[in-house]
Structure formats: structure tokens, C-alpha cells
């Protein structure tokens, strides 16, 4: 899907940003999308790495669906390079040599679905890589997952092109867009191999056209990726372009893969940035990978009540009612608690 | 320093340009060229092996 023949055998991808144009026989950045004979083919389609049953809360998702489960499968490979990879083992694997070839387990669009209901799931999240790389199983799949009633969410680093956000919007009911140091370009270029920001903030324009329901994540990485100037600017446009609120989390960085010398983010540092993104006018901000933090819960924006709390991946809907209000003042709280 | 860009073999992925963006800029073929041989680069042998299909070389003068 996505891709279109140039001249010849060439042909150009047109699924991630990255758009590579591949002769007879090479593969993309990725290494899982090859030019054979004048085709573009997924390599990896139904290879899954990882096929298990997620709290929906650890995508994250905090406003969609809250307190349920949702399966999630992924494929190896990355259409990134992130040298902070937390699944690097995975994202990596092939750049890194540590497979030959393609590796995962073969399963079926219907076995994924199948699964999915057996664990009592009401999603399924398409994670842990970057559902782009496996984009064709992943439409396979997320159309027979809707006759199902079953939602679908991608976990993305949102380098993808606007094209494929269209496609896949008509079976995407949710999707997480991973932002890393605050949404710094000279940050992705160095340390992800991304030479430009724009196509995510154009994606993100694409999916809220869409009606995608959007969650935001932030990883901030000391000393190289926690700009305050940078960080204000990326919470002034999603407050701007898609409204204050989207839920927003700010992501402790660990120490992974290729940054291993850098210790975790500083909570302080965190914390300081909870309270800009709370004063630059975003309703729902929350801290991620600092256990037992109160900045997991949920809190009217009007009257403070708490709504929504969570402790790990653990959470407990107590201060809103059915239908989306806060119980103590009657605020409309933007939480989808159905799709079916 | 005499930067060279396989055209053949490059795919236009743009690592290149992430890593040396003063240095390496996407043309209207989609593929990567030299923009400015002399622009700032603090690491060409960190391009020349990020590249993914190795395109790119240096011939020393």
C-alpha cells in the first residue's frame, strides 16, 4: 500500500515521511519495505514480535477507553533511529545485525482479532515500533478488529505522510504521538536520524481532520532534549492547532541503547515542566515513568475533583459519571468511555 | 574535502541531511546532494556510516 512506481523499476514509498526511493531490489530505511521487481513489498506483514494484552493506560492512553485492556502487537523494525530506543532490541534489530533475516511470529489478521477477544480486550493497540513499518497488517487487521467492536489505537512517532493517516483513518479511533526532546528538530536530527519535525505536526493536522482521537506523549531527555523554550512552543502549538484538551504526557527519560551514560530525567525537571504546560493553558497533563506520582490522576479542570485515579498501569474511574461528566460540578471531562 | 553521492544506490531517506543539514539538503529527484561542500559537519565519518545504503564517500585531496 502507499507507494507508486517512479520510472522503470524505481518506485517511491510514500507510507513514513521519509518517502525512499528504491531501485529493483533495495529497502528502505526501515529495511522491511523491499523493491522487488518493480513492487514495493512488506516484508514483515504478519511477523509479530510482540502480541499481548496491555491496561490500555500503559499506550498511554488516559482519556480513551480508561480501564480497560488492549491488545497489543507489534513488528520488528523502525522508520527511526532513535539512539534513546527503549525497544531497541526490536526497533534496531535489523540495523544492528542482530537478525539476518525477518523475524516474529506469523499470525493472521483473524488470529490477532481472535486473540484480542479471547483476553477480553476492547482495542488493540498497534506499538512498541512504529505501526508504520507494518502498516498493511495492521489496516488488515483493524478493519476485521471494527466488525468485531473492537476499537483500534496506534502508538506512533507520527512521522508518517498524510496519506497514510487517510488511509488508515477510517478503522483508527485513537492514536498516541510520540514526541521525543520536546519537539526539537536539531534533537531528531541528531539523536533519531530524522532530518525534519514537520510531517508529525502534519499528521497530527491530518488525524484531528480525521476525527482521530489524539493523545500527545513528550520524551524529555536531560541535558540534550529538555529545552524550556522548546517545550513551551510544543505545548503552544498543540494548544493553538488542536486545543487545550488534548492530554498531554511529559515521559522521564532511562537511560537506553545508545544514550546509556545519561542518567533519568531529573522528577524536579518534570515536574517544572508540568506546571508551564498547566499555566500555558493545557487541561490534562500528566507525568509518565514516575511511579506513584499524583500527576497520573485526573482532575476536573474546573472544580479540581478528582476524577480518574491511577497507580501504575492500575486505575479506578471515581468522580465522573457515565456520561463523561465530573460528578461534583457537572464539567463535560473529554473522556471516551465507548466506541460501541 | 570532495564529498560524492552515489545516486544509484542513494534511497533520499534523509539521514544525511538530519546529520549534516548544512552540509547535505534533498533535491527536486528526492534524492540527497552535496549542498555545500564546506558547510558544518562535526562528524562526516558518522554521515558516511549512518547512510544506510552507503552512498556516500570521501575522496581526501
Avoid at chain 1, 477507553?65 to 530506543?85: D, H, K, V
Amino acid at each position: 500500500m502507499l507507494w507508486e512506481k517512479v520510472k522503470d523499476k524505481i518506485v517511491k514509498c510514500n507510507l513514513c515521511a521519509r518517502r525512499c526511493i528504491l531501485n529493483d531490489g533495495q529497502v528502505g530505511f526501515c529495511l522491511v519495505r523491499k523493491n522487488i521487481n518493480g513492487t514495493l513489498y512488506s516484508l514483515n506483514y504478519g511477523k509479530l514480535i510482540a502480541a499481548n494484552a496491555d491496561p490500555i493506560e500503559k499506550k498511554p492512553l488516559f482519556h480513551f477507553l480508561p480501564g480497560t485492556y488492549a491488545f497489543s502487537i507489534s513488528s520488528a523494525g523502525c522508520n527511526f533511529r532513535c539512539a534513546f530506543c527503549q525497544n531497541w532490541e526490536i526497533s534496531q534489530v535489523y540495523r544492528e545485525g542482530l537478525a539476518s533475516e525477518i523475524v516474529g511470529e506469523t499470525y493472521t489478521p483473524e488470529e490477532v482479532v481472535k486473540l484480542a477477544i479471547e483476553n477480553e480486550c476492547k482495542a488493540i493497540s498497534y506499538t512498541y515500533t512504529e505501526p508504520t513499518i507494518f502498516f498493511e497488517f495492521a489496516y488488515d487487521t483493524a478493519k476485521i478488529a471494527i466488525r468485531n467492536k473492537l476499537a483500534n489505537t496506534f502508538v506512533t512517532n507520527g512521522y508518517m505522510t498524510p496519506e497514510a493517516v487517510k488511509t488508515i483513518a477510517k478503522y483508527l479511533h485513537a492514536a498516541t504521538v510520540d514526541f521525543k526532546g520536546n519537539g526539537s528538530e536539531e534533537f531528531y536530527r541528531k539523536y533519531s536520524l530524522v532530518p525534519k519535525v514537520e510531517p508529525i505536526f502534519d499528521s497530527l493536522l491530518e488525524m484531528k481532520k480525521n476525527g482521530i482521537f489524539i493523545e500527545i506523549t513528550d520524551l524529555v531527555v536531560p541535558k540534550i532534549g529538555d529545552s524550556e523554550e522548546d517545550f513551551r512552543n510544543l505545548v503552544k502549538w498543540i494548544i493553538d492547532n488542536l486545543g487545550s484538551d488534548i492530554p498531554f504526557h511529559i515521559l522521564r527519560f532511562f537511560p537506553h541503547y545508545r544514550l546509556s551514560n545519561l542518567p533519568p530525567t531529573p522528577v524536579e525537571k518534570l515536574e517544572k515542566l508540568w506546571e508551564m504546560a498547566k499555566r500555558e493553558g493545557l487541561n490534562y497533563v500528566y507525568l509518565g515513568n514516575v511511579p506513584y506520582s499524583e500527576k497520573e490522576n485526573t482532575y476536573c479542570p474546573h472544580c479540581g475533583n478528582l476524577l480518574i485515579e491511577r497507580r501504575g498501569f492500575y486505575s479506578r474511574i471515581v468522580g465522573l459519571d457515565k456520561k463523561g461528566r465530573c460528578k461534583k460540578c457537572g464539567e463535560k471531562i473529554p473522556i471516551v468511555q465507548k466506541i460501541f | 574535502m570532495n564529498i560524492k553521492i552515489d545516486k544509484e544506490k542513494c534511497i533520499g531517506c534523509g539521514t544525511c541531511v538530519a546529520l549534516c543539514p548544512e552540509v547535505f539538503d534533498i533535491g527536486e529527484d528526492g534524492k540527497s546532494y552535496v549542498k555545500n561542500p564546506n558547510g558544518k559537519c562535526d562528524n562526516i565519518e558518522e554521515v558516511i556510516n549512518a547512510c544506510p545504503v552507503g552512498a556516500i564517500s570521501v575522496e581526501k585531496d
